[in-house]
């Protein structure tokens, strides 16, 4: 089955830096990748997704790219602000035809945003 | 709206003991998950409803069971809780509508078993 592999468990920018979280997935038929931030004593938020129809999407401050022939995704995170502080999750999936996805996610990275 | 809510947000349980947990959302979402998080690990998935068909992972077959009783709550039941349980139970949904796949999650129930 599916292994990702979130290769920083922790990570530490400056304020206004970029930060990036790269993970690898092991799986060709996955399609789908989401990420998910997880804040103190809070949830998993949905952040942003990409699918493998396209090799990058941004969402404001957020970046994801896709690399299928490595099997590697990666969030950008520009012009950190202390709020972006949290543990990220990525994810895969394979698209069914039907109507759930199977989400098997990497271990997180616990970033931190100094000022 | 798209809260997914969960009841207890804390469950203390006792070894051999049965443990209920609840799953509700109310935005018509066919699908419903549980997962399963302990400390620096990653969230892994137990089960799922799709609409009414039950989906279990493999190698949590004989652990977990569900039921949903409707489309808006779910419960995860375990029969008999061991120490190895205690873990962070989180609950998402989602509905495969126009593309969309993303599951929304629930904020939690802490279970420890002693």
């Known amino acids: 089955g599916e292994k990702v592999e979130q290769h920083e468990s922790t990570l530490s920018v400056r304020e206004g830096d970029s930060a990036v979280i790269n993970c690898t997935y092991t799986?060709?038929?996955?399609?789908?990748f989401p990420w998910y931030k997880q804040e103190a004593g809070k949830s998993l938020h949905f952040v942003i997704d990409?699918?493998?129809?396209?090799d990058r999407k941004q969402s404001q401050r957020l970046i994801v790219l896709l690399d299928k022939k490595a099997k590697r995704f990666s969030l950008h995170i520009t012009a950190t602000q202390p709020e972006d502080s949290a543990i990220y999750f990525c994810?895969?999936?394979?698209?069914?035809?039907?109507?759930?996805?199977?989400?098997?996610f990497g271990q997180g990275t616990s970033l931190s945003v100094v000022p | 709206d798209t809260t997914v809510k969960q009841n207890p947000r804390y469950k203390l349980a006792r070894v051999g003991k049965p443990v209920n947990l609840i799953c509700s959302q109310t935005m018509n979402h066919d699908t419903m998950y549980w997962y399963q998080k302990k400390p620096n690990q990653a969230p892994k998935l137990l089960l799922f409803?799709?609409?009414?068909?039950?989906?279990r992972e493999a190698d949590t077959f004989e652990k977990f069971q569900s039921s949903r009783p409707n489309n808006s709550f779910c419960s995860l039941y375990i029969g008999s809780a061991g120490l190895e349980y205690s873990a962070m139970y989180l609950c998402?949904?989602?509905?495969?509508?126009?593309?969309?796949?993303?599951?929304?999650f629930g904020p939690g129930t802490r279970l420890l078993v002693l």
């Open positions: 799986d060709t038929a996955s399609s789908y």
């Open positions: 409803y799709y609409d009414k068909i039950l989906n």
């Open positions: 994810a895969a999936s394979p698209l069914a035809s039907s109507s759930f996805s199977k989400l098997v």
């Open positions: 998402a949904s989602s509905r495969r509508d126009r593309g969309q796949d993303t599951q929304y």
């Open positions: 990409i699918r493998s129809n396209v």
